[in-house]
């Protein structure tokens, strides 16, 4: 998957951050090695993966641009507390665009990490 091709494809004009950023999280869960799997949870919420590692680590990722608005702050973390409810040995994760706003937000037993940080890391 190539984020540079959402340019080619959307001719929209509308800034598409939050789907380049999604995309490259997948590709990074890929090159990992993990299997990655969308969560669609009972009550029909969504979390955009399931990433299963060769190490037998699971995590719950949930991608977003901007999480600064509290109704998206709410639907991404409802969302990853139903979906834990079914899997229960995965981590929560949000990973966010924003630095500053990943400093800001908190939820119970997820862990919020910036973009760059995500994407550097060795896990």
Do not use: I, M
């Given at each position: 998957m190539d984020v540079g091709l959402i340019?080619?494809?959307?001719?929209?004009?509308?800034?598409n951050t939050g789907h380049a950023l999604e995309?490259?999280?997948y590709n990074e869960l890929?090159?990992?090695?993990a299997d990655v799997a969308y969560v669609k949870t009972a009550e029909g919420f969504e979390v955009d993966f399931l990433a299963r590692h060769p190490d037998g680590r699971q995590e719950l990722i949930q991608v977003c641009?901007?999480?600064s608005e509290?109704?998206?702050w709410n639907r991404e973390t409802r969302a990853l507390d139903a979906a834990h409810v079914?899997?229960?040995?995965a981590e929560r994760i949000v990973v966010v665009l924003d630095a500053v706003a990943a400093r800001s937000l908190s939820h119970p037993k997820t862990r919020v990490v910036p973009a760059h940080q995500w994407l550097l890391s060795s896990e």
């Open positions: 340019d080619a494809f959307d001719t929209s004009g509308q800034p995309t490259t999280v890929s090159r990992r090695g641009a901007d999480a509290p109704a998206t079914e899997h229960p040995r």
